[in-house]
């Protein structure tokens, strides 16, 4: 559990883009167009996560597949 965290922590930080405080901003191209806006609007909602660790998670859950679904039983780009 703690390699995923670390793994997702540092796949994060290389899909923030620069930028002083505030909202985290992405990297241009870190997220597929039709999920951009969503990333970045949900990722700043609260401050206990930024979009860059949302992409990050979405992205090794599902990699960005809306119709995934693992052996578990666990359904969509998050796998809830």
């Known amino acids: 559990m703690a390699?995923?965290?670390?793994g997702t922590y540092s796949a994060a930080a290389g899909l923030a883009g620069a930028?002083?405080?505030?909202?985290?901003?992405?990297?241009?191209g870190a997220v597929p167009a039709r999920f951009q806006s969503?990333?970045?609007?949900?990722g700043?909602?609260?401050?206990?996560?930024?979009?860059?660790?949302?992409a990050?998670?979405?992205?090794?859950?599902s990699?960005?597949?809306?119709?995934a679904q693992s052996p578990a039983a666990a359904q969509?780009?998050?796998q809830f």
């Open 76 to 78: 969509g780009i998050a």
């Open 44 to 54: 700043n909602l609260c401050p206990a996560i930024n979009p860059a660790l949302l």
């Open 3 to 6: 390699l995923l965290l670390v």
């Open 38 to 42: 969503l990333v970045q609007k949900w």
């Open 56 to 61: 990050a998670q979405l992205y090794q859950e």
């Open 19 to 28: 930028g002083g405080g505030g909202a985290v901003a992405l990297a241009k």
């Open 63 to 67: 990699g960005w597949n809306p119709r």
